[in-house]
């Protein structure tokens, strides 16, 4: 699960910046906006199911229960179908007031209607990935994750490029969306044959206990299932609301400081220049998601490692983990946040040739930033699950969601700052969001891990691999293009850091012990 994880992570990030390359701004701005529509459903529909789903399973399997284990299956499968046709029914039939009245963009409902087929099919997927996770089989979960992207990232391209040829640049996202439902459906095929191979084996096994009534098994599911939902769908609908916020408050300066026409209809000159920043927008945000996908394998290592350290009631050791698995994720978030504040519109300008730098490389700067405090909040927010609380994490994300629509809502509407509110919005956002979960770690914790002592080398270190790396790009600049400066001045920044890192005794021996391989880097590194 956790390799399938990383490469999902890492295909999504290589299939973005290619996209970002290939859609017009405009474009790109219509994809993200009608992404975001269907995380919401998605999350309604999947969020909480498949984990009430594993766990009731798991628990007749313990039991020997077989004839439990099959109902409850069915009665989850009926549940997810009936979830992901209602998605599909809302995102094909209501697709129209979606776009202009859920992210106010009209322009996306092509979109929108494109990405209804992924949710049904990822709805149906979702109860087979949770019988076969109740059975500790991980495998065709963590397979159809790497086809289902990997078939986005193949066929979304060649698509994006076919439509765009065949009748118009803006029907590129509709193509590339396209590649996202058509990587559902294989996946989906593929996990179905699993199945149904699993069954034809075990189909002379017979058991004689008395299943539970659908009713008693659903009601159990939904137990389980309806917080963890609640929790995941705060930050979805904090997303959509921030979409159809900036959308609108753009529309409105460009209607009524620059004086573009808007049709009653929505649609007009105010929405296609809203449109377009905000797809620049939305390229920068490609690039922004790197550095916290890095911290999925370790928020994966930290519960385990915390809560077997709890169940011996050694809080010392908990504390001393925590702490290491703080210092290791902001050991890889702080560098390169750092790096994309000090180098935003050089890598702007580099991944993506064609679009406008002066306006891209500010948001990427802020963005850089904002991308440390989002690491820093997936690492607390393990600490703090694997001590059993996770409500609190919750409350923090729905304060910090509010605190991002105020801050977007004043800046965004203002007609000299427009889009460049949007990343401060998000900065302001996990700024609280993180001094609220580090508030509850220190009081909530009885040996809470020092965040300051976690992270003060690796600031130190990367503040100054920041300044080498903007000061050598200034100065390869004078000689050579932005393409090779920009990556000679990273190369020199990595270089650095590494020095300083090692030079500052920043990681220790106990630190990479949370890290695969661990024992070997330390052995190479010659880390006592």
């Known amino acids: ?295 999925v394998p370790l928020t994966a290592c930290i519960i385990p490692a915390v809560s077997a350290a709890l169940t011996r009631r050694d809080r010392k050791e908990a504390q001393l983990v925590s702490e290491s698995a703080l210092r290791i994720g902001l050991l890889v978030a702080l560098p390169m946040g750092m790096g994309l504040f000090a180098l935003g519109g050089p890598i702007m300008g580099f991944l993506f040739p064609a679009i406008n730098v002066e306006i891209a490389g500010p948001l990427l700067s802020v963005l850089g930033l904002a991308s440390i405090f989002v690491a820093l909040q997936l690492l607390c927010n393990s600490i703090l699950q694997a001590n059993n609380m996770v409500n609190l994490p919750i409350v923090a994300v729905v304060i910090g969601g509010i605190v991002k629509i105020i801050v977007n809502y004043i800046l965004v509407g203002n007609p000299d700052i427009r889009i460049n509110g949007a990343p401060v919005g998000t900065l302001c956002c996990f700024i609280v969001v993180d001094l609220l979960e580090i508030f509850i770690i220190r009081r909530a914790i009885p040996k809470p891990p020092s965040v300051l002592r976690a992270a003060a080398k690796p600031l130190l270190a990367s503040l100054v691999m920041a300044g080498a790396a903007w000061a050598s790009y200034g100065l390869l600049h004078r000689f050579l293009g932005n393409s090779l400066s920009t990556v000679g001045a990273i190369g020199i920044g990595v270089l650095v850091y590494a020095v300083l890192v090692l030079a500052l005794r920043t990681i220790t021996k106990e630190d990479l012990a949370l890290m695969p391989k661990g024992d070997k880097i330390a052995k190479i590194l010659r880390i006592q």
């Open 1 to 295: 699960m956790a390799v399938s994880s990383i490469l999902v992570k890492v295909i999504g990030a290589v299939y973005r910046i290619p996209l970002g390359r290939i859609l017009p701004d405009d474009v790109m701005g219509d994809y993200n906006a009608a992404y975001n529509i269907y995380n919401l459903f998605l999350t309604i529909s999947t969020a909480g199911l498949p984990v009430a789903l594993s766990k009731s399973i798991s628990e007749a399997n313990a039991l020997g229960r077989k004839n439990q284990v099959e109902r409850t299956f069915r009665v989850a499968l009926t549940t997810f179908l009936t979830l992901g046709l209602a998605s599909f029914f809302c995102m094909t039939v209501l697709a129209g007031p979606l776009a202009q009245y859920a992210i106010s963009n009209p322009k996306a409902v092509n979109c929108i209607i494109a990405l209804a087929p992924s949710v049904l099919c990822v709805c149906i997927m979702s109860a087979f990935r949770g019988y076969f996770q109740g059975h500790f089989n991980m495998v065709p979960t963590g397979v159809s994750q790497i086809i289902e992207a990997g078939s986005k990232l193949l066929v979304g391209l060649a698509l994006a490029v076919f439509f765009m040829k065949q009748f118009g640049e803006f029907y590129g996202s509709v193509g590339a969306i396209i590649g996202v439902s058509f990587g559902s459906v294989v996946a989906l095929l593929f996990i179905i044959v699993l199945y149904f191979r699993q069954r034809s084996r075990s189909r002379g096994e017979r058991s004689g206990d008395q299943a539970d009534p659908a009713g008693t098994i659903f009601a159990n599911l939904m137990r389980l299932a309806i917080p963890i939902t609640l929790g995941s769908a705060a930050t979805s609908i904090v997303t959509l609301i921030d979409t159809k916020l900036v959308n609108s408050q753009l529309t409105t300066v460009f209607q009524q400081v620059d004086g573009l026409l808007l049709n009653p209809d929505g649609t007009g000159p105010a929405l296609d220049a809203a449109r377009s920043l905000y797809g620049i927008y939305s390229k920068t945000m490609s690039i922004y998601n790197l550095p916290f996908s890095m911290m």
